[in-house]
C-alpha cells in the first residue's frame, strides 16, 4: 500500500494531521498519561506526520541492502520496522 505525504498543523494545543488534500488524518491533543508538554506533543506529532516518507525510505534501503553489505541482524531490524508499520 502506498501513502501519501502528511502534514502537520499545530493551533492553540490541537494537533492535526492533514492528507495533501487538507482531509484530517489525525486530530488530537496529546496521548492520555503521557508527558503533555508542547515540545513532547509536537515531537510526536513531527512523527507521525513523517511516518508515510520514513516507510518509504526504509522500504527503499531494505531493497538496496544485503545482510552481507550491513549486517543480518540490521536487515532483519528494517524487515521488523516495515512489517510493525504495515500492521504484521
Not at 4 to 18: A, C, D, N, R, S
Not at 57 to 68: N, T
Request: proline letters at 5%.
Amino acid at each position: 500500500m502506498k501513502h501519501t505525504p502528511w502534514k502537520l498543523f499545530y493551533k492553540h494545543g490541537v494537533i492535526e494531521i492533514q492528507d495533501q488534500r487538507g482531509n484530517v488524518i489525525v486530530k488530537w491533543t496529546g496521548f492520555d498519561g503521557a508527558d503533555q508538554s508542547e515540545p513532547v506533543k509536537v515531537a510526536n506529532a513531527r512523527l507521525i506526520a513523517a511516518a508515510p516518507e520514513l516507510l518509504e525510505a526504509l522500504r527503499h534501503i531494505r531493497k538496496i541492502v544485503s545482510p552481507h553489505l550491513i549486517g543480518a541482524e540490521e536487515c532483519d531490524k528494517l524487515d521488523a520496522a516495515i512489517a510493525k508499520a504495515k500492521g504484521e
